[in-house]
Nanobody, 115 residues
């Protein structure tokens, strides 16, 4: 199990930007596939973006061209740069780390896009 701590959430106006970070407590960080999910009340948690141990990234169609996922294996951190935010991006965002049968989640952080 990996302890994951998200930071950087908050409230932003439509069209604005936020940068989420996820810090991990493991010496094996470089081996993990990492991802950001989000969830709104009454809906299932959905995959937003992922990045493999080889730094191959993938995105949900709804965020392509606006969000960028990255990782820093030296600092054991993952980030999600979110640009051109709209109210539909409002959700609790979770980071996830996966390696073999280890599926660890962060506690979640609120992102609100509102004027």
């Amino acid at each position: 199990h990996v302890d994951l701590v998200e930071s950087g959430g908050g409230t932003v106006q439509p069209g604005g930007s936020l940068r989420l970070s996820c810090a991990a407590s493991t010496i094996y960080f470089a081996h993990y596939t990492l991802a950001w999910y989000r969830q709104t009340p009454g809906k299932q948690r959905e995959l937003v973006a992922s990045i493999t141990d080889a730094s191959v990234s993938d995105y949900a169609d709804s965020v392509k061209g606006r969000f960028t996922i990255s990782r820093d294996n030296r600092a054991n951190t993952m980030t999600l740069q979110m640009n051109s935010l709209n109210p539909g991006d409002t959700a609790v965002y979770y980071c996830k780390a996966n390696w073999y049968d280890d599926h660890s989640w962060g506690q979640g952080i609120q992102v609100t896009v509102s004027s």
